[in-house]
DNA sequence: TGAAGGATGTAATAACATAACAATTCTACA
DNA sequence: TGTAGAATTGTTATGTTATTACATCCTTCA
């Protein structure tokens, strides 16, 4: 199996995320419509957590434009597939790096100085839970410094 | 060191939480007013996670109703000095377990189906961040169902 | 006392998100 | 192929959450 190196340009990132994604709807039997698509390619692109009025801006070139429920809708769906995370405390969404199952939650690093956002798997295992809490979903983002940025100062 | 029991009646809890802010702001230097004092009041009696327009209803009693900026500074204050947490998945604020110091980062465990929320200390100790990442503040947020709403099933 | 800083009041508006219903497009299958 | 039903998108309106900007008041302390 041929493998890429880690850091590729923008373009081949932004292309396997779409190919991804084409593969996730064909396994789900779900459409990965020109909105959608849109959509997700505007998540992809963006340098790092997009909000969804940006999105709608982004949409609203020429007659026809998009309003809320459309970016709404579009975002909606992304997530229930996974290909796209809402970061909670910024209201605002990341493509998914896909390093990890549908159902599983990420674990977001999120670097206050350069906006980038870092993505792990979340242990399934969770530490200490309350007894008897049956967990189905989890938000974890970290705030702070990534590496460069510390280095930076 | 004397440990009291994790539960004890509301209106102790309630006593405490407001005689524990007492001691912060006295350590601290800062000022907890009659305005603060009652949105924390509000927020330590409500029953589960509670909306700042529900604050602000409750704060709208007669004329010389409070306004949007008065409970979100209040909040604001609150929340720096560690006495509440937001609850971001929820757009939601908790009064604190006080079960941690004022920077850490709190973990909850919020049940879908009676709305309670359990905080439990963050280990500090982040078990896999990216390389060179400091982490300043940290979202954990677990959802699912507490012990007794999964037996009530 | 009176200047400085902190806290609160007030009006307006910005930013984020959804409800409800209409129109269109797709898909399955008779 | 035609058409019913489901899924998707369009559209209007509104609901919800949060902040900006500036005025006023209160407290402290030189």
């Known amino acids: 199996m041929i493998m890429f190196p880690i850091v590729m340009s923008d ?11 084409e593969r996730v709807c064909a396994d789900r039997g779900e459409r990965l419509t020109p909105l959608r698509r849109h959509v997700l390619e505007l998540v992809a692109r963006s340098d790092g957590p997009v909000k969804a009025y940006d999105l709608l801006d982004q949409l609203k070139t020429g007659p026809g434009a998009a309003k809320p429920p459309t970016v709404y ?5 992304l997530m229930r597939l996974g290909l796209i995370h809402r970061v909670e405390a910024l209201k605002s969404f990341i493509a998914c790096a896909h390093g990890h199952g549908h159902e599983e939650s990420a674990e977001l690093y999120i670097c206050e100085s350069c906006g980038r956002v870092d993505e792990q798997d979340h242990p399934d295992a ?28």
């Open 73 to 77: 809708r579009a975002l909606d769906f």
């Open 126 to 153: 969770d530490p200490s839970p309350p007894s008897g809490f049956a967990v189905s979903r989890s938000v974890i983002e970290h705030y702070g410094q990534c590496g460069d940025c510390v280095n930076d100062r």
């Open 11 to 21: 373009s081949h990132a932004y292309a396997e995320t779409i190919a991804h994604a």
